[in-house]
């Protein structure tokens, strides 16, 4: 028997979409005088919003708001006091925490539930931590009295927008930093919604500021004298930019920057849940995400096995509207990435790996790209190498846990990792050899402001979230 | 997976099936666990909530165990499994004990509703096998089509695992032609990996359902209890070709609950279990509030439960 789920749409209403968004600077909104951006619903291609964006002159005016807020204000204010403004900012996320969901599937593409079930909670979460560390970062093993940097300038990608606008600006406002931040060019909408919650939450002018714009003010803003901090989450490629145009001036810097992340699946995995882990892996997100299991690595005993269960696994997933509750796969956040993912999905058919994609249907309209699996890949290919950033998995196979562990790290990259066996003690040796950030035993992509997040090589450097990730922020 | 020319195999010895049980996946209770918290974020509604809540009802086994039980309250239950309200058919069967099989029997008076008796020594199963197997001889004598079976948690807790499977065996042969739910009783098995190697155990032995508690021990059903035996009949039916069926019983009361369950029977197992023959709810209260939630979706709004009866 067939039994179809009807459509159980979230209503876009309650996303407030307004047909113009304003910068943030100073505590006001304004105007910017850069060229207005038009935001797309990635799922139609719609039009939602004009935003306005910031000219040089902006990032000026909002990098010396940030100095004066930080010198008058926010730079001397006791931590404990600061707390209560960042416990403020958490608290009204979470009672807005329907409309940000919304706002966020529709500006972004990813799917309601994973809206409404992780960016959401895990933004307020951040907030929620970080306001506790504010008046025990004496404690934090950084000295009996940690000095905040001053300005930090941020500037956050597209995959989880508000997510990441929590992780960089929660703990720098926990550590007495003031903030400019720009918001990827393509999802600028949440990032928007949380500045008018930090100006409900009357936060002194200044310490927040959100500047809409492309990578040019992201340039502008990590490139200003203004700046004492840089935090950047991107593309490895904007990374090393970033990091060459820094040198020497004496800005702390930290990077969080692509990944290639091998997941290693041991003949005596829990099958099951290692198949939900690597779905979870790689389609989370649209596999819009840095560290991605985009590399599954399974032992070739039970490759055939693992790889029926995986495409029976894939066939169920259901694809289409993001704000329909019952939707797994979400829209891809642009045309410029499909094509990517395009482009590189055909380098792996023609470098010889046998493609699989689910046959589950595309809707007309909107940027859309059926899961897809390869299987017989090996550590030559590109699909192998390069970071893909969509719905595609390779699957390479090993034979030995040495084997296992040396072609996890065969890799530029290194942000995370995962290892299924019901072997603890093999766990802990990879654990420990393993080049890779985060390492997850027996799960995957599963986040918590107090575990600390970041990367090896060509992955970044810089921690952030936990006790390692109050460093970035602090003179230390 | 071992094939189907191994499995006759796997039931050779003791050791044997030893090694085979203890060779399965392992579970992990994590993972399995969130799987079944995001399966129950499945948003059904409107034609698709209807359709679950008329599927659920054809699969509900309506059920009284209880030393109370008497002919009366027999036959007010079959009363309801016939005909719930009107309008709306039948439930796959009735639950009861051997000795009011014949009650129920007569209460059905040739209905398409089939009669479930539980037997050996349910609930707890301590008995000798003799004595079980009378149970059951006498509970398909008296005209029961379906016989729910406790499996002994004891011996299988101790590793006796061809104690387990013999006796499964044996109760198969007692009860003919009559189709056999073995319960595991998951709730004393504690762990996921226990309850995998007794549905495999189960459907080693010959068990048409498998089937998670008696409704004596809590926690009885729960949704990554289901998952695990879903997962067995599914990868029963990838190894042999046959299909078998699953029945989650007690701690299942709500419309909500059963289609959660519903949509883990779609997505684990898959499509083809959808049906009377191959899922059941083992319940009381269950339907009633299936009944209610009925007729929120064809009134436009709610009724309260003074509007179905109270059997």
Known sequence: MTWEYAPAPESRAIANLKPGYRMF??????????????????????????????????????????????DKTWGRMPGAERAKYIFRIARMIAERARELAVLESLDNGKPIRESRDTDVPTAAAHFFYHAGWADKLEYAGYGPDPRPLGVAGQVIPWNFPLLMAAWKIAPALACGNTVVLKPAETTPLTALVLAEIIQQAELPPGVVNIIPGAGDVGAELVNHPGVNKVAFTGSTEVGKVIQASLAGTGKKLTLELGGKAANIVFDDAPLDQAVEGIVNGIFFNQGHVCCAGSRLLVQESIAEELLDRLRARVSTLRLGDPLDKNTDIGAINSREQLTKITELVAAGEQEGAQRWTSPCPLPDKGFYFAPTVFAGVTQSMRIAREEIFGPVLSVLTFRTPEEALAKANNTPYGLSAGVWTEKGSRILWLADKLRAGVVWANTFNRFDPTAPFGGYQESGFGREGGRAGLEAYLDV | MAGTTELTDVTRDEGALRRFLHGLPGVDAVGIEQRSAGLATRSIKKASKLRAIELAISMVDLTTLEGADTHGKIRSLCAKAKRPEAGVSHVAAVCVYPDLVATAKEALDGAPV???????????????????????????????????????????????????????????????SAHLKVILETGELATYDNVRRASWLALLAGGDFIKTSTGKVSPAATLPVTNVMLQAVRDWHGVTGELRGVKPAGGIRTTKDAIRHLVAVNEVAG??????DLFRFGASSLLNDLLMQRRTQLDGHYSGPDYVTVD
């Open chain 2, 114 to 176: 089939r009669i479930a008796s539980v037997a050996t020594a349910f609930p707890s199963g301590r008995s000798s096998r003799q004595v079980k197997l009378a149970d059951t001889e006498f509970a398909v004598a008296q005209g029961a089509t379906e016989v729910d079976m406790v499996i002994d948690r004891g011996a299988f807790l101790s590793g006796r695992y061809g104690q387990v499977f013999e006796e499964i065996q044996a109760v198969k042969a007692a009860a003919g």
């Open chain 2, 271 to 276: 499509p083809e279990w959808l049906t009377p």
């Open chain 1, 25 to 70: 600077v100073d505590g006001e909104f304004v105007d910017g005088t850069g060229e207005p951006l038009k935001s797309v619903n990635p799922a139609t291609e719609e039009v939602l919003a004009e935003v306005s964006t910031a000219s040089a002159a902006d990032v000026d005016k909002a990098v010396k708001a940030a100095h004066r807020a930080y």
